[in-house]
């Protein structure tokens, strides 16, 4: 028997492999096997309204086309074309008639623990279309229809692999970044930042769970506090605050899945000094509170469906 929902209600219908859930515009994706990647194939067009949802998603069409319309722009992918979609972007797509399509989603947070995707952290923040004339269109394409592939035989340690395509994909796409948006700076410099900011992202790892401050963190690295608050946005794409918020508001929708810890506790072991700033937090990052969210995860949906991951 299904969890009761919280008061504000979530909505979820089947599909022949899996189930959507919605809440409001807000949806939250449901994965196989402990996984944290889904592939939805499908010749049969469909329509989606508007809703966003943590995972990025990728359409590949192979026939047929689809329109997305995203805030600030609208965009028809066609056959050898490939959009990706950023956590949190709201969006709705309607395909033709003629679609065959794969749609990728995946929790993009196994990718953004590695040290050096910071750098490219405005990249994955932004649509990124890939049209023919692009020179990497047709490699990131083998890619994921090898992706597709490992989904599909589900072979031990898919997911795993799965995700080993998707950093091959990530390489070659920040690796072009970087060649575009770079500003030159003295090599022997440039290194020395990068080092030291791979170390400081390190300690906030260790250490979001305790009271912690940008003086701290700077003082860590030997950086003046206004240095490190300037240098760290470059490298982070985000502000010192607001990385340290994300990560603790990630390491507590972990726990409220995978624990049955009251909310206060899970609140203090995520280094919040208040469940007020928490829920406050929390619901601007997750967009639910998190009472609901461990309701909404915590469905019990049939054995052959499903065990949802967030990053």
């Known amino acids: 028997m299904a969890s009761k929902l919280p008061a504000a209600s979530a909505e979820h219908s089947r599909f022949p492999d899996g189930f959507r859930i919605l809440q409001g515009k807000q949806e ?20 989606f309204d508007v809703h966003m949802h943590s995972a990025v998603e990728v359409l590949m069409p192979h026939r047929g086309k689809a329109l997305y319309q995203l805030p600030d ?80 035989r589900k072979e031990g340690m898919w997911n795993t692999e799965c995700y080993s395509f998707l950093l091959k994909v990530y390489a070659l796409l920040g690796r072009q970044y970087l060649r575009r948006n770079t500003p030159p700076a003295p090599a022997e410099r440039r290194s020395v930042d990068a080092e030291l900011l791979n170390s400081a ?34 490298f982070a794409g985000l502000p ?14 972990n726990l409220l899945i995978n624990s049955a810890d009251p909310v206060q506790e899970i609140a203090r072991q995520a280094g919040f000094g208040s469940v007020a700033s928490f829920n406050r937090l929390f619901r601007e990052y997750k967009h639910c509170t998190p009472t609901q969210f461990r309701a909404i995860y915590s469905l019990v949906l049939p054995a052959d469906q499903v065990s949802p991951f967030t990053e």
């Open 28 to 47: 939250y994706i449901t994965y196989q096997d402990h996984s944290s990647i889904r592939v939805w194939p499908s010749d049969v067009p469909s329509h």
């Open 240 to 253: 010192f605050s607001s990385y340290l918020n994300v990560k603790r508001v990630n390491a507590a929708a």
């Open 73 to 152: 722009r609208t965009y028809q992918v066609e056959a050898g074309q490939l959009l990706f979609i950023p956590p949190g972007i709201s969006h709705a797509l309607t395909e033709s008639d003629d679609i065959l399509r794969y749609l990728i989603l995946f929790e993009p947070s196994p990718l953004y623990t590695l040290r050096d995707m910071p750098a490219v952290r405005m990249m994955t923040q932004q649509p990124l279309y890939l049209t023919q004339q692009d020179m990497l269109t047709d490699e990131i394409c083998s890619l994921l229809m090898a992706l597709v592939d490992c989904y599909l």
């Open 201 to 234: 992202i390190t300690y906030i790892s260790e250490n979001y769970m305790r009271p912690l401050t940008l003086t701290e963190v700077a003082d860590f690295t030997g950086f003046s506090k206004y240095y490190f608050s300037r240098v760290f946005k470059d």
